[in-house]
């Protein structure tokens, strides 16, 4: 099984920078798209970005493309979301996710997800 473990969440105000962290324990994450999700209260989890297995190809939501970028390091077993430029909009609960597709953005197409870690941008 994959267990997945978000950090890196916190307080930040507009127009800064934040970079959460996924890491994997148990079976290795190099099989997998990663992705991020992340929910607000009472609003449906959302699609954030994804990348393949390899980190060749990367799929952004139209709402964070120029401003955030997912990356990851298979050695490390570490899934990254750098996200700059942060908006109000942006405050969630984010979300880690392992799927056996390619760049997927559907959430029932990940198996895996992390507990969650708060983002919170003020303005």
């Known amino acids: 099984q994959v267990q997945l473990v978000e950090s890196g969440g916190g307080l930040v105000q507009a127009g800064g920078s934040l970079r959460l962290s996924c890491a994997s324990s148990?079976?290795?994450?190099?099989?997998?798209?990663m992705g991020w999700f992340r929910q607000a209260p009472g609003k449906e989890r959302e699609f954030v970005a994804t990348?393949?297995?390899?980190?060749?190809?990367?799929y952004y939501a139209d709402s964070v493309k120029g401003r955030f970028t997912i990356s990851r390091n298979n050695a490390k077993n570490t899934v990254y979301l750098q996200m700059n430029s942060l908006k109000p909009e942006d405050t969630a609960v984010y979300y880690c996710a392992a799927s056996p597709g390619h760049v997927p953005s559907i959430d029932y197409e990940y198996d895996y997800w992390g507990q969650g870690t708060q983002v919170t941008v003020s303005s």
């Open positions: 990348i393949s297995w390899s980190g060749g190809s990367t």
């Open positions: 148990g079976r290795t994450i190099n099989v997998y798209a």
